[in-house]
């Protein structure tokens, strides 16, 4: 680390130099206006003007890249936090999988749209403003999304209704939008120190945790997915048990329900007693699984199957709440409380 002397130049003026290197790689010079931002734990950021623009343009050279690949480049760039992305060969027209990887990448990322297209190029803009958004908001939204999927895919099981379980599935290109955005915000926000409060927070400190909530988040979708997954596949598009199980399932469900928001909110609040709330919930539902199963009747394999599936599901959404919450639990920590005294 390099320290340098703070110099005085007025009665109540101090200043410092900026590293040579530092300036020349950013195109910092004399009589340039920087930003400067003061942060916790006594940290001041210096950011030169350039990192205020949020014009950043990516192309992506599609040459080498087959459909996937392509998609998977334009996702990183959106991810990435780029407001123009530009996707050309270096020679002839652009194949139909490249072209179609564009569109297909443009339905699944929220804001982006194709607002310049010829054979052999095409320009992809996102229209995202961070002060759109916060990320406590979109976390919450995830949550909302993935519980919403995951009721509809227990109630489809219940009652044998394909429909329901399909709007569930319907709903997981949602959630995946709303993943990828958090992790763009995450990234601009890194990337830019001036960004934090457009996106709710007052430091770049939580990020790093948002960035495991979002993926947790994202993971209970799945789970919920697959639930929906099982309905649509199975004959009848219900399981065969009586109906003191499946009242067991959907209790279950419930409690899983429950920590899934407190887990939630005790990230956005900083609530270290909610905190607390979740773990003692959690103790309660580790072996709801089996007990479950151990007081099912006597049925088919294939069916014991079914029904351990889909409390496996369950029971993978409470342990993806619990780690929400430990990581709710460590932002909590981090500032003075009735629990906690910092010095």
Same mark, same amino acid.
């Given at each position: 680390?390099?320290?340098?002397?703070?110099?005085?130049?007025?009665?109540?003026?101090?200043?410092?130099?900026?590293?040579?290197?530092?300036?020349?790689?950013?195109?910092?010079?004399?009589?340039? +206006?920087?930003?400067?931002?003061?942060?916790?734990?006594?940290?001041?950021?210096?950011?030169?003007?350039?990192?205020?623009?949020?014009?950043?343009?990516?192309?992506?050279?599609?040459?080498?890249?087959?459909?996937?690949?392509?998609?998977?480049? /334009?996702?990183?760039?959106?991810?990435?936090?780029?407001?123009?992305?530009?996707?050309?060969?270096?020679?002839?027209?652009?194949?139909?999988?490249?072209?179609?990887?564009?569109?297909?990448?443009?339905?699944?990322?929220?804001?982006? &749209?194709?607002?310049?297209?010829?054979?052999?190029?095409?320009?992809?803009?996102?229209?995202?403003?961070?002060?759109? *958004?916060?990320?406590?908001?979109?976390?919450?939204?995830?949550?909302?999304?993935?519980?919403?999927?995951?009721?509809?895919?227990?109630?489809?099981?219940?009652?044998?209704?394909?429909?329901?379980?399909?709007?569930?599935?319907?709903?997981?290109?949602?959630?995946?939008?709303?993943?990828?955005?958090?992790?763009?915000?995450?990234?601009?926000?890194?990337? #830019?120190?001036?960004?934090?409060?457009?996106?709710?927070?007052?430091?770049? *400190?939580?990020?790093? &945790?948002?960035?495991?909530?979002?993926?947790?988040?994202?993971?209970?979708?799945?789970?919920?997915?697959?639930?929906?997954?099982?309905?649509? #596949?199975?004959?009848?598009?219900?399981?065969?048990?009586?109906?003191?199980?499946?009242?067991?399932?959907?209790? *279950?469900?419930?409690?899983?329900?429950?920590?899934?928001?407190?887990?939630?909110?005790?990230?956005?609040?900083?609530?270290?007693?909610?905190? /607390?709330?979740?773990?003692?919930? *959690?103790?309660?539902?580790?072996?709801?699984?089996?007990?479950?199963?151990?007081?099912?009747?006597?049925?088919?394999? +294939?069916?014991?199957?079914?029904?351990?599936?889909?409390?496996?599901?369950?029971?993978?959404?409470?342990?993806?709440?619990?780690?929400?919450?430990? /990581?709710?639990?460590?932002?909590?920590? #981090?500032?003075?409380?009735?629990?906690?005294?910092?010095?």
């Amino acid at each position: 680390m390099e320290t340098r002397k703070v110099q005085r130049l007025g009665p109540s003026t101090l200043a410092m130099t900026l590293p040579a290197e530092w300036a020349k790689e950013h195109g910092v010079n004399k009589g340039d +206006e920087v930003s400067i931002r003061m942060g916790g734990k006594g940290t001041l950021t210096v950011l030169p003007e350039s990192a205020s623009t949020e014009d950043s343009e990516a192309v992506i050279h599609a040459d080498n890249l087959d459909a996937d690949g392509l998609e998977r480049a /334009i996702v990183a760039q959106y991810v990435l936090g780029r407001r123009v992305i530009h996707v050309e060969k270096s020679e002839g027209a652009l194949d139909s999988e490249h072209i179609n990887a564009v569109y297909k990448a443009e339905t699944q990322l929220m804001g982006l &749209g194709v607002i310049e297209e010829t054979p052999e190029r095409i320009a992809i803009r996102c229209s995202v403003d961070p002060e759109d *958004f916060t990320l406590d908001n979109l976390l919450e939204r995830l949550e909302n999304t993935g519980s919403t999927m995951r009721g509809e895919a227990v109630k489809a099981l219940a009652h044998g209704n394909p429909d329901l379980a399909q709007r569930a599935l319907n709903r997981e290109r949602q959630a995946n939008k709303i993943f990828v955005l958090v992790l763009r915000l995450i990234f601009t926000a890194y990337q #830019n120190p001036n960004l934090c409060r457009a996106v709710g927070l007052e430091s770049g *400190f939580p990020l790093i &945790g948002y960035r495991s909530v979002a993926k947790n988040l994202e993971l209970t979708a799945d789970n919920a997915e697959d639930i929906a997954e099982i309905v649509l #596949n199975t004959e009848g598009h219900t399981i065969d048990v009586d109906s003191a199980t499946m009242r067991r399932i959907r209790e *279950f469900t419930d409690q899983v329900d429950d920590i899934t928001v407190k887990a939630v909110q005790s990230v956005v609040d900083r609530d270290y007693d909610l905190t /607390i709330e979740v773990r003692e919930q *959690f103790r309660e539902l580790t072996d709801r699984e089996q007990d479950i199963l151990s007081e099912i009747p006597e049925v088919s394999n +294939e069916e014991l199957l079914r029904i351990r599936e889909v409390l496996v599901s369950l029971q993978q959404t409470a342990q993806y709440a619990m780690r929400n919450a430990e /990581i709710a639990a460590n932002l909590a920590l #981090n500032a003075e409380s009735d629990h906690v005294t910092i010095s």
